[in-house]
């Protein structure tokens, strides 16, 4: 149990990078490995049906009323949010525009593929491998320092611009897309809850785990 403690920081490993643009090919590939099963596991909560995490909920919303695919949707808001990073003087890094990129890819590959599931208890065993997924995928494109997501900037940004609370700053964000996503038709469920109430504590063991590895 002990060496799944969750972490209070995120740990400097031997892949971190020294700035948003300091590439090699081990940081790059960890980075895009990280990235995918990201896109993955939101791929499985999505196809679990008993409620996506709150940005899932918007861009299956929006997927479902411009008739588009969810992997589009995913990809027009990450810019959209992206844009939004422009009045707030955040600058995007190599792994920022990964994020937008891949992470797209990964969840149309992920609901093409995964079976929808009818069944609760397997959708609530989809939800939670998703959530699992999501935390171990965090931690790994986190710790490569090579910029944070589109999301992530967006809620640091403003919590400079305003001052407030980076916490009050991201439910804030968090309650508006969910519930944007829930007026447009977005799957809203215990898998919703779960993932709101999970998925800090997931990444937070991953980071754990990976800090132990690391530092042997």
């Known amino acids: 149990m002990e060496f799944l403690r969750p972490h209070k920081t995120v740990p400097v490993t031997p892949w971190t990078g020294k700035g948003k643009w300091d590439l090699s090919i081990s940081r ?88 929808l599931q009818e069944n609760f208890a397997v959708g609530l065993i989809f939800a939670l491998v998703g959530i699992g997924m999501v935390g171990v995928a965090s931690t790994l494109y986190i710790t490569c320092g090579l910029g944070p997501g589109p999301r992530d900037g967006l809620m640091t940004g403003l919590h400079f611009k305003t001052r407030i609370r980076v916490g009050r700053v991201r439910l804030a964000i968090e309650s508006t897309v969910f519930a944007l996503g829930w007026l447009l038709g977005g799957t809203v469920g215990l898998g919703t809850l779960l993932f709101a109430g999970l998925i800090g504590q997931s990444v937070a063991v991953a980071l754990g785990v990976v800090s132990r590895i690391t530092s042997k």
Do not use: C
């Open 28 to 115: 790059v590939s960890i980075l895009f490995i990280g990235l995918f099963i990201f896109g993955i596991g939101d791929a499985f909560v999505i196809q679990g049906n008993i409620g996506n995490g709150p940005w899932s909920v918007l861009a299956q919303g929006v997927s479902r009323h411009l008739h588009i695919a969810m992997g589009w949707s995913t990809l027009g808001i990450s810019t959209l949010v992206l844009l939004a990073w422009i009045p707030l003087r955040e600058k995007p890094g190599f792994g920022t525009i990964s994020n937008i990129i891949i992470i797209a890819i990964a969840i149309q590959i992920g609901v093409t593929y995964i079976p």
